[in-house]
Every structure is written in C-alpha cells, then in structure tokens.
C-alpha cells in the first residue's frame, strides 16, 4: 500500500514509552509507527538506538514520522534555542532510526508579534531547523491549524490556510521543507481537492486523518474534540486521500481524533480502533484494497461519543 496507517500513541492518549508503542502499534495491526523523538531522545540512547531500530524492523513496522523540533514553530525564544542546540542530536537518532520525515506546527495567531514580523520569526527558525535535518535527509513538514474556533478572540492573526502556508515555504530557502496536511484543517477551512493538487509530492510530508464532531456548525468545530476518520463522514476523507494518492504522495497516515473519551479506552483496544478506522478510509478510497484486521473489544466500542 503506497500510504500507510501509522501511529502516533499520544494522538489517542496512550501514554507509551518507544519500546512499547512499537507492540502496541504492531498488535492494533498498523503499518508504520510515529514517534516523539523530541520527547524519548535520551530514553532511546539509553535502550540503544541499533535496538529499537531492529525492534521496529522485527515488527513490520516502517518509521512514519517524527517530531524533533519543538510542537509549535512560536515557542518562547529561549525553549526554541535550547532545543535547536539538541536538534542535531535528536535528528542523528531520527535517521538511524529510519526517520526521513518531521513535523510542527504553525498558530494561526501570536501573543505579541504582528503578522510580518511573526512571519520573518517562522521563516528564520525553520530554515535553522531544515538546514539542520537536510544534513540527516529528513524533510520538515508544517501543519497549519484553520477553526475559527481557534483564531476568534486571538491576536495577530498569522496563517491559517493552505495559501498561507504555501506563502510561508515561499520565503524558506530549503528544498527539504513542506507540509503536514489534516483532512480537518483542509476541511475547516473550506478548501478543496483542487488545493491539494497545487502540492508535488515531496512537499507533503505527512498525513493525518479524523472526522468533525457532528451536530456542531464548520465555525464551532474544535481542535481539541475531533472524531475518528470516517465515524460522522462529515469530511468527504476519500476525496482527501484519493487527491492525495493521484499527487503521487507515499507517506503514513496518521490519526488524531482529539477527544476526551480517549481517556476511558484501554491502549490496545484505542489503537485497534484507529487502525481500522485508518484502513477503512483507505479502502473506500480505493487505495490498497485493505480491510481492517482487528475488532475493538465492545466495551472500548461503546464509549464512542
């Protein structure tokens, strides 16, 4: 299968250390496991980095993403600087690990910068942080976030689109960097197929997959409660993925259903879940032909929001 569903543990409130999440993800039935490199780097030294990479191999697992860099691109300037110190680091690990893709994210607001200053701050930390993984042939994705829930009552509005982000990669003198596209934000932002086909495939460096909570006006939707893909098939995720695939895009797809209730679910059933959530979507696509592999135990199943 060209694109592969790929687990991102916290994504689903698992809170799993490398070595774990590598059963986790191969016992749900994925494909490709995410990690927050950022987060493990020194436990995975200590594990061996030769080590996990066998575990992962031994699983069936391929490397999908990873995040090196802080979460957010507007971080303080201290914590941005204290941690682009330990990139190379953490993207030496990254490579060895089979790593070749990263991840942040943009707000679409700042506390105190107005839009071209905040724009030049983007611009200059992520070509710090791209000249840097470029090294290690990792590529550096940008999620951009869309909600008007998310915007409204904040200042300084910055991007919040496709079109805005592309203006950004604009001003980047790298050839490694992208974007890491969410059928959400896509949807949120009331773009279409015809904006994904703007995209080469290597500008887009990762995927991810979930649904808009029904009930609930496209305005209110909101980044911290999202369903899993294809649960309300309020987005039209085929469209999304079949784009995708027509671009010629080969990467993992991930999950991140934001919701409360994944607090309730036990790992292994959450991540059954997903997976097929994952694979059915694809296979409505037509991508793959897959089938989910695993049923989620029936008590996991009814705490569904």
């Known amino acids: 299968m060209p694109m592969y569903p790929s687990l991102m543990p916290d994504l689903i409130a698992i809170d799993a250390g490398p070595a774990a999440s590598v059963k986790i993800a191969s016992r749900a039935g994925f494909t490709g496991l995410d990690l927050r490199i950022?987060?493990?780097?020194?436990?995975?030294?200590?594990?061996?980095?030769e080590s996990l990479a066998e575990a992962i191999a031994a699983a069936g697992l391929r490397p999908g993403y990873c995040s090196l860099t802080p979460q957010k691109i507007n971080v303080?300037?201290?914590?941005w600087n204290e941690e682009l110190l330990d990139l190379p680091r953490r993207a030496r690990i990254a490579a060895e690990l089979g790593f070749a893709r990263a991840t942040s994210v943009v707000l679409p607001f700042h506390d105190e910068m107005a839009f071209d200053d905040n724009m030049a701050m983007h611009r200059?930390?992520?070509?710090?942080?791209?000249?840097?993984?470029?090294?290690?042939g990792i590529s550096f994705g940008l999620e951009y976030v869309s909600p008007l829930s998310r915007r409204r009552g904040q200042p300084n509005g910055?991007?919040?689109?496709?079109?805005?982000?592309?203006?950004?990669?604009d001003g980047i003198n790298a050839d490694n960097t992208g974007v890491m596209l969410d059928c959400f934000h896509w949807h949120c932002a009331g773009e279409s197929a015809d904006d994904?086909?703007?995209?080469?495939?290597?500008?887009?460096?990762?995927?991810?997959?979930n649904d808009l909570i029904a009930g609930v006006?496209?305005?209110?939707?909101?980044v911290t409660e999202r369903e899993l893909p294809g649960q309300t098939g309020i987005i039209d995720i085929a469209t999304f993925l079949r784009t995708l695939d027509g671009i010629g895009y080969e990467g993992p797809i991930t999950s991140e259903p934001t919701h409360a209730r994944w607090k309730s679910v036990e790992d292994e059933p959450a991540a059954a879940q997903t997976c097929n959530a994952i694979v059915a979507c694809l296979a409505r696509a037509g991508i793959g032909g897959a089938e989910p592999t695993h049923q989620p135990r029936s008590d996991a199943a009814g705490s569904t929001a």
């Open 38 to 49: 950022n987060r493990f780097a020194d436990e995975i030294e200590r594990v061996g980095v």
């Open 76 to 79: 303080r300037p201290s914590v």
């Open 124 to 136: 200059s930390r992520v070509n710090a942080a791209a000249e840097i993984l470029s090294d290690h």
């Open 158 to 169: 910055f991007v919040h689109d496709l079109n805005g982000l592309l203006e950004l990669l």
């Open 196 to 209: 994904l086909r703007r995209l080469r495939p290597e500008q887009i460096i990762a995927v991810h997959v």
């Open 217 to 222: 006006p496209v305005d209110e939707q909101a």
